[in-house]
């Protein structure tokens, strides 16, 4: 109750990102995970292949959130979100269309880039239209994407029993939707010129020491959550001997979320500024590859019920860790974003933000990735989850550096809530 009361204290503007965020985790959820899947056993398709498939999309995504930002500053985020839609919507409706190389190709690109244009401007809007609020924005904002990321899949798994084409045409249509409601409803905010032109506008960003120093010192959280998705679902399967045992681990963190995000933030809010709690999640996430460390030497469970659920409980204790440092942290990081210069260069920042945590992610997974398999060669499969504990303690290290340096922005007072 207390949570719907936090969502109407917000304009409808923020009501409708909101909204717009569980469809957009909704759709992409129920469709990317299987895409893989698709191309290669209904396809036929080559590991190789698959691989560029998958590669183009990350790339176009990844690669141009610097643009989608740019592009939120200088036409309006309004416009970017809608756009950004309409071209997701296109995109996963080509991969009902054709099963062709080109075609495939031409969903990844659209579909990557869609993703690049509505990510940073949807961050750069609630920002603005939060104001003094943000980090409870924010913490909304991510409850409904952890929202739409459990029912994304499920509905995913239920179409699936039809064909990939019902899924992605289901997908498509979630994003046509949006594209609508937004075009209808979602206000447009005055774009206010930056002044400069699109490199000066770039130079000025990169050139905030401050802020790319609080962008390196973040890679630490986006290589640790990317874990959700890759050693942590490893580490149960391993630990239990059971395929599905990944499903808790995602089980797990979304219900954690769900019911937890509004209190830790609202409590934390209650207790001085968010800089300092960044600190705080960054080491909770780093601690909470500890105890999946400590059994990761014991082998794959015998086969037992009782011994399984023993072997697990590591993994999904390390796994409530890490979801309970993210709701600490992740709030109040998109809180300070923002902070770090001119209104007028909002989506800029963010786009800038999420192009590093996309490097980071990549580099990060790489080198999990090689740790996990040197660590198998070695006898020594604790390397991973050590990789990773480091990586979030530094981290910690890092963004406490800056903030007993002063170098974090004050987030705005808050505003009081209207109904």
């Not at 300092?276 to 400590?294: D, E, K, Q």
């Not at 979801?323 to 109040?332: E, K, S, V």
């Not at 406490?400 to 987030?411: D, E, G, K, S, W």
Request: aromatic share 8%; glycine share 12%; hydrophobic share 55%.
């Amino acid at each position: 109750m207390r949570t719907w009361h936090e969502i109407r204290g917000f304009p409808m503007a923020v009501r409708l990102l909101l909204v717009n965020q569980l469809g957009v985790n909704t759709g992409f959820y129920l469709l990317i995970p299987y895409l893989a899947l698709h191309l290669t056993e209904d396809l036929g398709m080559s590991a190789a292949v698959v691989g560029i498939v998958l590669g183009v999309r990350n790339l176009s995504q990844q690669g141009l959130f610097l643009i989608g930002g740019t592009a939120s500053d200088r036409l309006g985020a309004r416009g970017v979100i809608i756009a950004g839609c309409a071209l997701r919507t296109v995109g996963f409706g080509l991969f009902a269309l054709d099963d062709g190389l080109p075609v495939l190709l031409g969903a990844s690109v659209l579909s990557g880039l869609a993703g690049a244009l509505f990510n940073p401007a949807v961050r750069a809007y609630l920002a603005l239209e939060a104001a003094g609020r943000r980090a409870e924005a924010f913490a909304l904002f991510h409850v409904f994407a952890t929202a739409g990321a459990l029912i994304g899949p499920l509905l995913g798994s239920a179409l699936l029993l039809v064909d990939f084409r019902a899924a992605a045409l289901t997908a498509a249509g979630i994003f046509a939707v949006l594209t609508v409601a937004q075009a209808a409803v979602l206000p447009a905010r005055r774009v206010t010129p930056t002044g400069n032109s699109v490199l000066a506008d770039w130079r000025e960003v990169v050139g905030n020491r401050g802020f790319l120093a609080f962008a390196l010192a973040m890679v630490g959280m986006f290589t640790m959550e990317n874990q959700l998705y890759l050693l942590l679902p490893e580490g149960a399967r391993q630990a239990t001997g059971w395929k599905g045992a990944a499903g808790l681990v995602f089980l797990v963190g979304t219900l954690t979320s769900l019911v937890l995000q509004m209190r830790i933030t609202r409590a934390l809010k209650e207790r001085g500024s968010g800089a300092r709690w960044i600190g705080v999640g960054l080491a909770l996430m780093g601690l909470s590859f500890a105890p999946p460390m400590a059994v990761s030497g014991y082998g794959t469970a015998p086969g037992g019920l009782t011994d399984a659920v023993l072997r697990a409980l590591p993994v999904l204790a390390g796994v409530l860790m890490l979801h309970l440092g993210l709701m600490i942290a992740q709030p109040f990081v998109m809180e300070l974003v923002p902070g770090f210069g001119r209104a007028e260069l909002t989506g800029t920042r963010f786009g800038l933000f999420y192009l590093v945590s996309g490097i980071a992610a990549a580099v990060g997974n790489a080198v999990v990735g090689w740790a996990m398999d040197a660590g198998e060669r070695a006898g020594a499969p604790w390397l991973p989850w050590a990789c990773c504990l480091a990586s979030g303690l530094a981290s910690a290290a890092a963004i406490t550096r800056l903030h007993h340096r002063r170098a974090l922005p004050v987030p705005p007072a808050a505003a009081p809530a209207t109904a």
